[in-house]
């Protein structure tokens, strides 16, 4: 298939579209990485980055800064910047979920320990924080230190919401916020800050990252009701086994009958989980038509994403945005 | 005893010329550890800051602006960013050290879990990173997040090396001067950068800082094999028990005849330790006057942070980081 073919996933042809300054995102990846005293700090962080990612966060980057008509060099550092606070999430996300499978391999928690990977997550932290120093931009690092505060707020607040059948649609809007959108949100404002944009470009490519993280959640959160485990790394079931209230069970619980809610409560707020639990809880989903609810959720926010690009020149770069917004609801269509 | 009497300890005459300053940090500790939707963060942040450390390293920060004659505010926010940033890496080190008591209390991921203090940690090292880019200086970003880096850095290299009999002192002193000295460097020469002190004096407290450090935890791995658990809030023999490689086993090690080595191989690389074990590796200590080299060592390193100091302006202050030094190596004398 050729590099022009429309029907190629947006993903794709916005990686092709910027082959070359990924190429530099990904050299200067593996420079950064590497750590002369701690072998340790590179293998872990290779297992991860190596896996091979769809890179989306970087992609926002630097699709942000072209968008807006940038020329320097700095986006690469940012773009790397943004892959090495996500990389160090999911480090510690393993740690904090106890998961096993990551991007379709044993997770480095596994592999080698707990500890290695808190502490190679906050090394790639820091080497963030020393990429972002090198822009020169203090706006920037303004932009991820506070995306990097609600992140861990999100986490923290997930896991003592996440359990609680109390919670509302908003505690879970706030979390996912936290967890994904804020470093999308991030990931496409400070490449058009860095590209020295007009404030209501800056504040249009926020308002994209935000919705499309929103929606990339609400979709993984879909996805795990009955994704295929192939297509996303994941396993099926992660999350209810986990005990996580996202979106669908939200949706399924708000129409719940009393047995029903003693159902959602003896699984996911006491843990009590048997044998055909799981099977169970697809059917009331599919009973509440929750699994549909929550697609229209993904699709309201992907094409919040789409119409938060509307100021912006138009050009192919934009196109490939608006498209990845749709491609992104597209996995569960 | 008043405020003068020269027999104070020199940390408390350190921290009452600074009372003051150290009121604010202490508010603005407060302000920045709150969060509006996730109080577990606020919670656990405060189990280990009320605990009451020594708040040895945002006083370093204060005193050392303060001696290069600075008058704004911005060390105040420095110093409450060093604070986080030890606090941060405080709760992950006892995910990754499994300890059960901290500054003779129980440990956060034992009162609440691992989880808590990874993410709990990862927003306090946000948080720090907010505080920095409030003070409009790029040069302390640097500095801080490149010490973030190397504290990282080491405590992998001690994930690594620590239970290796191959590790030699050199080894042993990347790791302490990653896990400790790089934060009091940094804390110490960040003060001088925000006060805009001449080049040689950021230098010179940047190189205290550091023998201050080395020198600092020497003493605390000294202290594991025969200081008193209330005074530390340490439990003696906890190093022993975590098969950590500190000097004085080292120094033991270093004139060890084969029974003992074999002896070390097994407490130490193997992990097989029985009752009687810990009795038996200090009288290995006190046989190759292993405590006494292991002192002469911190006291070295406490005059080099003493000398370090020659250049600077003469006054109070000075002498009273001065005093310090030896203070320091003063726990073991």
Redesign the interface.
Do not use: C, W
């Given at each position: 298939m050729s590099l022009d073919t429309p029907s190629r996933k947006p993903h794709d042809r916005l990686a092709a579209a910027l082959a070359d300054d990924m190429g530099r995102v990904d050299e200067l990846i593996r420079a950064r990485m590497a750590?002369r005293?701690?072998?340790?700090?590179p293998e872990v962080t290779a297992h991860l980055v190596e896996a091979g990612g769809k890179r989306l966060r970087p992609l926002l980057t630097l699709a942000a800064a072209r968008l807006c008509g940038y020329s320097g060099d700095h986006h690469v550092r940012l773009a790397a910047t943004v892959e090495f606070i996500h990389t160090a999430?999911l480090l510690?996300d393993d740690?904090?979920d106890e998961s096993g499978r990551r991007r379709g391999r044993p997770t480095a928690n596994l592999l080698w320990d707990?500890?290695?990977s808190?502490?190679?997550g906050?090394?790639l932290?820091?080497?963030a924080?020393?990429l972002?120093?090198e822009t020169?931009s203090?706006r920037v690092?303004?932009i991820l230190?506070?995306a990097?505060?609600v992140?861990?707020?999100g986490?923290?607040?997930q896991?003592?919401a996440a359990r609680d059948l109390a919670t509302d649609e908003d505690t879970y809007f706030?979390i996912i916020r936290g967890k994904t959108a804020a470093l999308f949100a991030a990931a496409a404002q400070s490449g058009a800050v860095i590209a020295g944009a007009p404030e209501e470009q800056v504040r249009a490519l926020h308002a994209y990252g935000d919705a499309l993280g929103i929606s990339f959640q609400i979709v993984d959160d879909l996805l795990d009701y009955g994704g295929v485990a192939e297509t996303t790394g994941k396993n099926v079931g992660d999350d209810f086994r986990e005990r996580k209230l996202t979106l669908p069970v939200l949706k399924a619980l708000a129409g719940a009958d009393g047995a029903e809610r003693d159902f959602w409560r003896r699984v996911i707020e006491r843990g009590v989980q048997r044998d055909g639990d799981l099977e169970h809880a697809l059917g009331l989903l599919a009973r509440h038509g929750a699994q549909e609810a929550t697609r229209d959720a993904a699709l309201t926010w992907a094409q919040k994403a789409r119409a938060a690009l509307t100021g912006l020149p138009g050009s192919d770069l934009r196109g490939m945005l608006e498209d990845l917004a749709d491609y992104v609801v597209a996995r569960v269509n």
């Open positions: 750590s005293h701690a072998p340790r700090i999430t510690h740690v904090v707990n500890k290695s808190v502490l190679v906050d090394y932290f820091a080497r924080f020393q972002m120093v020169g203090l690092l303004d230190s506070d990097s505060a992140i861990a707020e986490e923290v607040l896991l003592s706030r």
